[in-house]
């Protein structure tokens, strides 16, 4: 492995092969994806690109998925399953688009899904180590010749806004007796399912800190540069990145912005059905999607960064990637009060209220952003040892080489 004290040799992983489930490669930098960059090209991998787990509506989400997603199946020739040639992907990594039925509600569905992906996956899956991050997969245990099969749970779908709860909470139920190994990405979701009577190993995210940490030569990667819904003059930024959408307590961030006299809360990301009220307050920006390479420099722009998630039973559960790039950044953050957030809160500040989340920002905002320096060498010291090169070691040892050893 790259940049590792403990590389793994390289002699040893001959008969290592994956066969990935998950988000789409490329479309945004999940965990699964870190780790398996780390384990590239040393580990040949097979991605599958599915269908996602949304089901399909009548909006424009689901109408720009599916176009996607046709555009996938369509741009590589039948015979070409795995894009050998593909000359934007990592070495040793490999992609299938698969074909799928989009509905998985009923039994003839997941049926019709168990034959499509087993005719398309079974040469790939021969002998591999498969790991899924997403439950629909449950039919195909037992019909892929796989060698191991890998849970890696980095939420819980059951309880994601927009997702169909009671099918993936069954389909999850039925996912994890057959598994071989359950890594779980908090403490929370690996509780969650001991209550269901299976152990889960507990694998938290990782952080790239050269990456947070780069110089900015230019500002050619800036995504606000020219942005049509942010001017000039609207600094300071108040920012957030991720995915905007229901899990954002959209009360406290329309009444920070009713309480700023200047500047702007930026809200950069994707955007699936977020509360409306929040494009039509003129001291909040919704970019939209920003590639994950711009990420540094638009943190450059901003005076503090805020995760002001609603508590909620899937803001709970989430282990989110943002926490510990946003302490890589060295700016001050304030976030709201999560199970993923108090065992940071020594780093960060974290709020219980909408009182005192207006009250934390000001008090940075009025400071000019300066972070308190009781928390930059704290941030250092946890910080070094959470990098995806030490995660995706453990991950490699514990799941992937023979699945008997415990992540510690």
Sequence with gaps: MKDSGQSHNANDNKSDRLLVFSDDWGRHPSSCQHLVRRLLPE????????????????????????????????????????????????????????????????????????????????????????ITTIPIVADLVGHLPAKRWVYYCVDDFSVWPGLDSQMLGQMENALLPKMDVIVAASDTLAAGIASRGHHAEVLTHGVDLDFWNQPLQNSENDPLVDHPQVAADAAPFVLFWGVVDRRLNADWVLALADSMSAGTIVLAGPQQDPDPRLHHHQRISLTGAVPFESLPALAKRAAILIMPYADLPVTRAMQP?????????????????????????????????????IASVKSVLDAGGDVDDRYTQRRQDRLSLESWEKKSELFFRSAVKDGDHAIA
């Design 43 to 130: 580990v040949p991998t097979t991605w599958v690109n599915t269908i996602g787990m949304r089901p399909p509506r009548l909006d424009w989400l689901t109408l720009q998925r599916g176009a996607g997603k046709i555009a996938g199946w369509l741009k590589r020739p039948p015979t070409d399953e795995s894009a050998q040639g593909a000359t934007d992907l990592p070495a040793g990594l490999s992609v299938i688009d698969a074909k799928m039925w989009p509905w998985m509600t009923r039994g003839h569905d997941r049926w019709l899904n168990q034959q499509l992906l087993t005719r398309q996956l079974f040469a790939a899956a021969q002998d591999a180590v498969v």
């Design 321 to 357: 990637l943002k926490l510990k790039e946003y302490l890589a950044t060295g700016l001050p953050v304030v976030a709201s009060s999560l199970p993923a957030v108090r065992e940071w809160s020594d780093c960060l500040e974290m709020v219980d209220d909408e009182s005192a989340f």
